[in-house]
């Protein structure tokens, strides 16, 4: 299969390969999105396999050939620093997108496939504890209803609403029997087999899980079950309810890392072999539905990996970049490659 990996950064825009990462290439002059821009992160177009949405320091960028030339979605997202993308499964025309520092953290939604956006009502002060300035780093959608969608906010907890983002909920309010954090790093919802759902909400220093539309949750500490105390990110195997793996490191940015993988949705965990070992805490991943098995991860760092066999096994490749933010691929490469810069 013919792929184009794209690596999100903070200061270099997106890198992408369309060689199966034998080469690498930046994003052209005078195009809306800058070529030293900071890319927060990624989105597979649903509508289009070789387009691609990215988030910027200053608002929403698209491309439909698979990376090479990018235009700015001119909407109610200039201006904000765009954190997270989401997108529902079951209405690929309903979009999320949260946005964070140096800007507001607020929610925003597209009904229209990413053409037009407008703004939820859920917004953060502008100042928190921790980071100084908040941001929305995690968003998901239930894959049944496009209009349930939880958001976490780095710092500012777990919401949750049932109506499309018209109204929110604050679902993190009992965590304080587990000592409470309200710095939320990641979001994953899993519906199962037997018709239930696993709810999964990960914080710097934990995994909590829930099994009654979080209504309870149980907690999972980073550092006692995984050795590492900062807990990053999680992927889920794309076609998989079951099948997942989460990125840790010993701080942020960290020197050392880990991936776990888990075959019961988060019940337990097994550690994953990276033939090189990490610089940085592991703060992307990147999959495609196309292929399930072949998986991508990066380190704060720009130490990239690809697996091949659905996460058990990870090999770095040649090529390392400056702060990554973000990965995606998609099946195809572009007729043309718009004279890009060469990187090697």
């Known amino acids: 299969m013919s792929r184009t990996l794209i690596v999100a950064t903070d200061g270099q825009a997106v890198m992408r390969s369309h060689d199966d990462g034998?080469?690498?290439?930046?994003?052209?002059?005078?195009?809306?999105?800058?070529?030293?821009?900071?890319?927060?992160?990624?989105?597979?177009?649903?509508?289009?396999?070789?387009?691609?949405?990215?988030?910027?320091?200053?608002?929403?960028?698209h491309s439909e050939d698979c990376g090479v030339h990018w235009r700015r979605i001119d909407?109610?997202?200039?201006?904000?620093?765009?954190?997270?993308?989401a997108v529902s499964e079951s209405d690929p025309r309903i979009i999320y997108a949260g946005s964070g520092a140096p800007?507001?953290?607020?929610?925003?939604?597209?009904?229209?496939?990413?053409?037009?956006?407008?703004?939820?009502?859920?917004?953060?002060?502008?100042?928190?504890?921790?980071v100084n300035r908040p941001r929305m780093l995690a968003v998901a959608v239930d894959p049944h209803d496009p209009k349930d969608v939880w958001a976490g906010v780095e710092e500012g907890g777990l919401w949750r609403s049932r109506d499309g983002g018209d109204t929110w909920d604050r679902i993190d309010t009992?965590?304080?029997?587990?000592?409470?954090n309200s710095d939320l790093h990641d979001i994953m919802i899993l519906p199962q087999d037997d018709?239930?759902?696993?709810?999964?909400a990960l914080t710097v220093i934990a995994l909590y899980r829930s099994t009654d539309d979080g209504?309870?949750?149980?907690?999972?500490?980073?550092?006692?079950?995984?050795?590492?105390?900062?807990?990053?990110?999680?992927?889920?195997?794309?076609?998989?309810?079951?099948?997942?793996?989460?990125?840790?490191?010993?701080?942020?940015?960290?020197?050392?890392a880990a991936i776990l993988t888990s075959a019961d949705a988060g019940l337990t965990w097994h550690h994953a072999v990276l033939d090189t070992p990490s610089n940085s805490c592991i703060w992307a991943f990147g999959s495609n539905p196309s292929d399930p098995d072949?998986?991508?991860?990066?380190?704060?760092?720009?130490?990239?990996?690809?697996s091949t066999d659905g996460g058990r096994t990870?090999?770095?490749?040649?090529?390392?970049?400056?702060?990554?933010t973000d990965l995606a691929w998609i099946p195809g490469v572009p007729a043309d490659l718009g004279l890009p810069h060469v990187t090697n």
């Open 294 to 306: 072949f998986l991508l991860s990066a380190s704060k760092f720009g130490y990239l990996y690809r």
């Open 22 to 61: 034998k080469s690498w290439y930046r994003i052209n002059i005078r195009q809306d999105l800058e070529y030293d821009d900071r890319v927060r992160c990624l989105l597979v177009d649903p509508a289009n396999p070789e387009a691609v949405f990215a988030g910027a320091e200053k608002g929403l960028f």
């Open 174 to 180: 009992t965590w304080s029997e587990f000592g409470g």
């Open 215 to 256: 209504k309870t949750w149980e907690r999972t500490p980073a550092k006692d079950t995984w050795g590492l105390r900062y807990s990053r990110v999680l992927l889920r195997k794309p076609g998989s309810s079951t099948d997942i793996a989460v990125g840790i490191g010993d701080g942020t940015p960290g020197t050392t």
């Open 75 to 85: 909407c109610a997202l200039n201006g904000y620093a765009v954190w997270k993308l």
């Open 314 to 324: 990870w090999a770095k490749e040649w090529r390392e970049f400056n702060e990554i």
């Open 103 to 130: 800007s507001r953290a607020a929610l925003f939604r597209s009904v229209d496939g990413g053409y037009t956006w407008e703004k939820t009502p859920l917004e953060m002060p502008e100042f928190c504890e921790g």
């Open 195 to 200: 018709g239930s759902t696993v709810h999964l």
